[in-house]
């Protein structure tokens, strides 16, 4: 984080938090997608909704947490929390589109790829995370 991303009231500015969580759901993306999968499709955000709960300052160390929580037809929900220690700042869900790459056309999520986003114990329990400070 840099001072850029600091507001007038000395907090993370909201918008630096959406930032933040589109780039905790690309990289989940990329964690579990197969090479001919990340080349066949490509994910956009259509909708975010986002709570704010506490503020964070320049100096902190924030942990962001995703994983995919819906899928339908072409959509999938990810819930992301951002955390100081144990406490939850940010609470947000977020709802992105598949976009067939070849023909830059909305299509279906497979089968098989939402299976496994959906099943794996690792999206299920704890997402992708990372960290951010």
Known sequence: MTADDIDRMGHVNNSV?????????HNHWRSLA?????D??????????????RPAVI??????DTR?????RARAWYETIVRRDDQVLVEARSCWCCIDTATNALT???RDLASRFLGSSACARTGSSG???
């Open 17 to 25: 938090y959406l930032r933040w969580i589109e780039a905790v759901v």
């Open 34 to 38: 197969t090479r001919s999968e990340f």
């Open 40 to 53: 066949a499709f490509v994910w956009f955000a259509v909708r975010h909704e986002i709570d704010y709960r």
């Open 59 to 64: 100096d902190d160390l924030l942990h962001l």
């Open 68 to 72: 995919i929580v819906e899928v339908r």
């Open 108 to 110: 279906v999520i497979p």
């Open 131 to 133: 960290d951010i400070g």
